[in-house]
DNA sequence: CCTCAAAGTTGCTCAGGAGCAAAGATAATG
DNA sequence: CATTATCTTTGCTCCTGAGCAACTTTGAGG
């Protein structure tokens, strides 16, 4: 058995108002990729040739300036689409998707990908979907860094992602992620030494709690007074 | 004659891979809507109804805060689309869009919208070309604003706006919108301060001439120069 | 259990740029 | 042509947050 299958594959906003016989169709089309941690499915400015679906583990799409810089623009975890540039054609991939620990992800080739647009086209107006919530989400992101202090987008963020893999613990929700300080550095537009003292005065606060690579959330609410609150 | 029509509809990517036919029909469903300057043709939150294309004039996409702020994120000019969500079902519009100058826009509502899509499927994967660009800019942009500071981001600003919508003059391109040192500043995140600032200096330095709400670039390369010489 | 590399913390310094205020330019209007 | 509203410039001050350095903590691997 070379790879997980998806658990409901109908509950996925790409396969919505498709049949169960056809998501199978589209989905027995894919072939499954495992890689290791630290590996790339695919490098910025590579010409996009697949497009993923990632079934386990957790990817980080990176962005690299020419500078040398980097930034953190989101984590993909299961079970999410990634890649989907490779739907345009003759484009290149904007970022690069690195395995932040063992995946699993079904790939589906540029040409196949067509062939499925074009016998499928619920899946293309889907496709659209996905990609307007990207679209206002760096819209909404690219606001935030223009308009908010770092404090405040520090705590969206974690707030962001603790929705996204956060898990409950008996102490508060944790999130099921190893970030760095650098890591959330990146992902909000400042340096990991400031990501470091923002996080030791919240937890001198009692909001959360820090450690290596770990963030554990005590008391969500004062966090989510931070990220909205008027000030 | 209501509207202007659109020159070459078979050039807008939207229209790509389909037939002449084809494109004069989705044309033809749509209505022209004028406005004058400052009218909107949607406000951020309302529900997404309906799909445009800006056939003559500009508009301005603005996103607003919850606390006041403002972030101009970007021009139309003609031929583009615009108000791409109404493509997704369930939506609101994440921007606002305003009229810069008295403008004509072809306008879909949304059910003609999804008949369309199921109708001519090449049109969806057009549409996630469109939608895939964006993602990309706005990936860009938050990377950029991110890691750059303010005069690289005003040089590129303004590269691009020329390359939008420049207008070549004995003296030099001139972009051509009424830009104020307000919307410079919120479409790279800064105030219009140190746009001021920043503009008088490249002025001084002979590689543009600034008037009011106007720009005229005497010596490109000095910009591109800022904009990608590391420092 | 010890060692070492990687991640995190925190003090200090400094600069980019925000923000206010006051004055100057520009364009529209009557 | 005078008036007024709007846009722009620029001096000044102050603060957020960048950047470096030195030190501490954590966890993986031998």
Same mark, same amino acid.
């Given at each position: 058995?070379? /790879? &997980?299958?998806?658990?409901?594959? +109908?509950?996925?906003?790409? /396969?919505?108002?498709?049949?169960?016989?056809?998501?199978?169709? !589209?989905?027995?089309?894919?072939?499954? &990729?495992?890689?290791?941690?630290?590996?790339?499915?695919?490098? &910025?400015?590579?010409?996009? *040739?697949?497009?993923?679906?990632?079934?386990?583990?957790? $990817?980080?799409?990176?962005?690299? #300036?020419?500078?040398?810089?980097?930034?953190?623009?989101?984590?993909?975890?299961? $079970?999410?689409?990634?890649?989907?540039?490779?739907?345009?054609?003759?484009?290149?991939?904007?970022?690069?998707?690195?395995? $932040? +620990?063992?995946?699993?992800?079904?790939?589906?080739?540029?040409?196949?990908?067509?062939?499925? =647009?074009?016998?499928?086209?619920? =899946?293309?107006?889907?496709?659209?979907?996905?990609?307007?919530?990207?679209?206002?989400?760096?819209?909404?992101?690219? #606001? +935030?860094?223009?308009?908010?202090?770092?404090?405040?987008?520090?705590?969206?963020?974690?707030?962001?992602?603790?929705?996204? #893999?956060?898990?409950? @613990?008996?102490?508060?929700? *944790?999130?099921? =992620?190893?970030?760095?300080?650098?890591?959330?550095?990146?992902?909000?537009? @400042? @340096?990991?030494? @400031?990501?470091?003292?923002?996080?030791?005065?919240?937890?001198? &606060?009692?909001?959360?709690?820090?450690?290596? *690579?770990?963030?554990?959330?005590?008391?969500?609410?004062?966090?989510?007074? !931070?990220?909205? *609150?008027? #000030?």
């Amino acid at each position: 058995m070379p /790879f &997980q299958p998806v658990a409901r594959p +109908e509950d996925l906003t790409l /396969f919505k108002n498709l049949s169960a016989e056809e998501i199978r169709s !589209i989905l027995n089309a894919a072939r499954p &990729q495992h890689l290791e941690a630290g590996e790339f499915y695919f490098l &910025q400015d590579d010409p996009a *040739e697949a497009f993923y679906i990632l079934i386990s583990g957790k $990817v980080r799409l990176l962005q690299f #300036t020419p500078d040398g810089q980097q930034t953190l623009l989101r984590i993909i975890v299961p $079970v999410t689409p990634f890649g989907a540039v490779a739907l345009a054609e003759d484009e290149v991939y904007p970022v690069s998707a690195q395995a $932040v +620990e063992p995946c699993a992800a079904l790939v589906w080739g540029k040409t196949l990908l067509n062939q499925l =647009l074009s016998r499928y086209p619920r =899946l293309a107006v889907n496709a659209v979907k996905i990609m307007a919530e990207h679209v206002q989400e760096f819209q909404q992101r690219f #606001t +935030e860094i223009a308009t908010q202090r770092v404090e405040r987008r520090l705590a969206r963020m974690i707030l962001r992602l603790a929705h996204q #893999t956060g898990v409950k @613990t008996p102490q508060g929700v *944790e999130v099921n =992620l190893p970030l760095s300080r650098q890591d959330l550095a990146e992902m909000v537009g @400042t @340096t990991l030494y @400031t990501v470091s003292r923002t996080l030791s005065q919240w937890e001198s &606060q009692g909001l959360i709690r820090a450690g290596r *690579e770990r963030i554990l959330i005590l008391h969500p609410h004062g966090l989510v007074k !931070i990220a909205e *609150e008027e #000030t």
